[in-house]
């Protein structure tokens, strides 16, 4: 089962702070990120507007990584907006 977390101005859009889901889906695993993030941007429109490739950050159990990342069951994910300082 993937953990899956949402933060930030992304969690308000998408109105959900964490999803479970299995790593199994229609047969295939999700054993990327990029199929991941294809999934739920399934969802609906807010989901694959905000969730789009550049429009949110993701990071695999703690740590900042690519859509080519290998995921693995019991992950934590968590997607994010880009943060900007000033």
Do not use: H
Request: aromatic share 8%.
């Amino acid at each position: 089962m993937l953990k899956i977390l949402f933060f930030g101005q992304l969690k308000e859009i998408i109105k959900t702070e964490c999803l479970e889901i299995d790593i199994i889906q229609n047969g295939k695993q999700l054993n990327t990120v990029a199929k991941l993030r294809s999934l739920l941007q399934e969802k609906g429109e807010a989901w694959n507007e905000y969730l789009d490739y550049g429009k949110a950050l993701v990071a695999v159990n703690q740590e900042l990584t690519s859509d080519d990342t290998v995921i693995n069951d019991a992950d934590e994910i968590a997607f994010f907006p880009p943060v900007t300082g000033g």
